[in-house]
């Protein structure tokens, strides 16, 4: 179901809600059962929270210009520890 707008000439704008495509040029305000005019207007996009509303447009943006990364997305790279020195091997020559 979408929420329409229409706009009564007496009690101002109302919302209907029907199905998606279904909506007629004119309707009835449920106050005085009068004709009412559809309104168009721009989606309501400034509910979305700004978190998310970044989010959706770095991801817009980076299926056009993909971010070049060196490392996978996570924790730095751990090294992994070294055995102790052997002893015996620092006898032997170096080339």
Same mark, same amino acid.
């Given at each position: 179901?979408?929420?329409?707008?229409?706009?009564?000439?007496?009690?101002?704008?109302?919302?209907?809600?029907?199905?998606?495509?279904?909506?007629?040029?004119?309707?009835?305000?449920? $106050?005085?059962?009068? !004709?009412?005019?559809? #309104?168009?207007?721009? &989606?309501?996009? *400034?509910?979305?929270? @700004? =978190?998310?509303? /970044?989010?959706?447009?770095?991801? $817009?943006?980076?299926? !056009?210009?993909?971010? #070049?990364?060196?490392? &996978?997305?996570? *924790?730095?790279?751990? @090294? =992994?520890?070294? /055995?102790?020195?052997?002893?015996?091997?620092?006898?032997?020559?170096?080339?």
């Amino acid at each position: 179901m979408a929420a329409y707008a229409y706009r009564c000439a007496v009690h101002g704008e109302f919302e209907l809600r029907l199905a998606m495509g279904t909506a007629p040029a004119r309707g009835s305000c449920p $106050e005085c059962l009068g !004709d009412a005019a559809r #309104v168009f207007s721009a &989606p309501r996009l *400034s509910l979305g929270s @700004r =978190t998310v509303t /970044a989010l959706i447009d770095h991801t $817009e943006k980076s299926r !056009d210009e993909p971010e #070049v990364v060196r490392t &996978p997305a996570g *924790s730095p790279r751990r @090294r =992994t520890p070294m /055995a102790p020195p052997n002893p015996a091997l620092a006898r032997l020559p170096r080339p």
